[in-house]
């Protein structure tokens, strides 16, 4: 599995972990680091001096590259910056906005940065601002998303760039990797799957809520107001279907839901928090240790490709 990224990162396996809010704490990101992988701690709308503790305890954790993610519209995002600079990690990624404003600062620091996008205009504009790489972020992924799917955009910002391109969005063992790497991906990004992990430190009825949810539970509210997010259907969710049917505002619809994710993830009400997943959720059945889930993705690649091989010659 060596790619560009792998040279980029110093990391044995291109496998990024999702910086999921209230999820990805320095735990599960040095869990990762440690399994081969590229762990993220997910700074969301927590302030700086929380992202800097979180740093310190992964590095007591790993001594492996590990980074954080980014989520731009943060009220706190340029004290998040000089602390992702000062604390010297291998990458960052980022979401929810551009941030090509940062990205001189970043690469005076060695900071690689991998912006999520959702388009491929976005993913060339980054390119020509100097990213080192983007993810391809498909609309099955779980929380905020886009419209296209990973199958459809994946090639197309391939295609569009020449920087490393990562894909994420319905990706949750062996197959799906082989899969973006047959779309040109050079590594993968995955969330949903990590959840479920061992060290994952998220409230056990989140967890839980994952591994038994169906094919169809991963829905999206918000579609209609233009803040579309994807999360497993509760009262919550039917809460938000029923205020897009009576043609809420924006505000409306972001107070219903204030402070949903922390709910459901730290104080464990599934039924009333946001459980952000994506649509994989229905195929994650175990809860499991990092080092397993790497290695399940990686092992069981050789028999995958495989499996291609006898279908092509047959």
């Given at each position: 599995?060596?790619?560009?990224?792998?040279?980029?990162?110093?990391i044995?396996?291109?496998?990024?972990?999702?910086?999921?809010?209230?999820?990805?704490?320095?735990?599960?990101?040095?869990?990762?680091?440690?399994?081969?992988?590229?762990g993220?701690?997910?700074?969301?709308?927590?302030?700086?001096?929380?992202?800097?503790e979180?740093?310190?305890?992964?590095?007591?954790?790993?001594?492996?590259?590990f980074?954080?993610?980014?989520?731009?519209?943060?009220?706190?995002?340029?004290?998040?910056?000089?602390?992702?600079?000062?604390?010297?990690?291998?990458?960052?990624?980022?979401?929810?906005?551009?941030?090509?404003?940062?990205i001189?600062?970043?690469?005076?620091?060695?900071?690689?940065?991998?912006p999520?996008?959702p388009?491929?205009?976005?993913?060339?504009?980054?390119e020509?601002?100097g990213?080192?790489?983007?993810i391809?972020e498909?609309?099955?992924?779980?929380?905020?998303?886009?419209?296209?799917?990973t199958m459809?955009?994946?090639?197309q910002?391939?295609?569009?760039?020449?920087?490393?391109?990562?894909?994420?969005?319905?990706i949750?063992?062996?197959?799906?990797?082989?899969?973006?790497?047959?779309?040109?991906?050079?590594?993968?990004?995955?969330?949903?799957?990590?959840?479920?992990s061992?060290?994952?430190?998220?409230?056990?009825?989140?967890k839980?809520?994952v591994?038994?949810?169906?094919?169809?539970?991963?829905?999206?509210?918000?579609?209609?107001?233009?803040?579309?997010?994807?999360?497993?259907?509760?009262?919550?969710?039917?809460?938000?279907?029923?205020?897009?049917?009576e043609?809420?505002?924006?505000e409306?619809?972001?107070?219903?839901?204030?402070?949903?994710?922390?709910?459901?993830?730290?104080?464990?009400?599934?039924?009333?928090?946001?459980?952000?997943?994506?649509?994989?959720?229905?195929?994650?059945?175990?809860?499991?240790?990092?080092?397993?889930?790497?290695a399940?993705?990686?092992?069981?690649?050789?028999a995958?490709?495989?499996?291609?091989?006898?279908?092509?010659?047959?």
């Amino acid at each position: 599995m060596k790619s560009r990224i792998c040279d980029l990162l110093g990391i044995q396996y291109p496998i990024f972990q999702g910086g999921m809010a209230w999820v990805s704490t320095a735990e599960l990101a040095a869990a990762v680091s440690n399994a081969g992988g590229f762990g993220i701690i997910a700074a969301g709308g927590a302030p700086a001096d929380y992202v800097r503790e979180q740093i310190h305890k992964a590095k007591t954790l790993t001594n492996k590259p590990f980074g954080v993610n980014v989520m731009l519209l943060s009220p706190y995002v340029e004290e998040i910056m000089k602390v992702v600079c000062e604390e010297g990690l291998a990458a960052i990624t980022t979401g929810a906005g551009n941030p090509a404003k940062y990205i001189p600062a970043l690469k005076e620091a060695g900071v690689k940065i991998f912006p999520v996008v959702p388009s491929v205009a976005l993913a060339k504009k980054m390119e020509k601002d100097g990213a080192d790489g983007v993810i391809a972020e498909g609309t099955e992924s779980g929380g905020h998303i886009g419209e296209l799917t990973t199958m459809a955009l994946t090639p197309q910002v391939v295609d569009a760039v020449s920087i490393p391109v990562l894909a994420a969005g319905g990706i949750a063992d062996s197959r799906g990797v082989a899969a973006a790497f047959a779309l040109g991906a050079e590594g993968v990004q995955i969330g949903t799957r990590f959840i479920c992990s061992t060290e994952c430190t998220v409230h056990e009825n989140y967890k839980k809520a994952v591994e038994n949810a169906k094919d169809r539970d991963a829905v999206v509210s918000g579609r209609g107001i233009g803040h579309p997010v994807r999360s497993l259907k509760n009262k919550l969710t039917k809460g938000f279907e029923k205020l897009e049917a009576e043609h809420c505002t924006v505000e409306q619809f972001e107070e219903y839901g204030a402070g949903g994710l922390r709910i459901a993830a730290v104080e464990g009400d599934v039924v009333n928090g946001s459980v952000m997943a994506g649509q994989i959720a229905g195929m994650v059945s175990n809860i499991k240790p990092c080092a397993e889930i790497i290695a399940d993705l990686v092992g069981g690649l050789p028999a995958v490709l495989g499996h291609i091989s006898e279908k092509l010659e047959g």
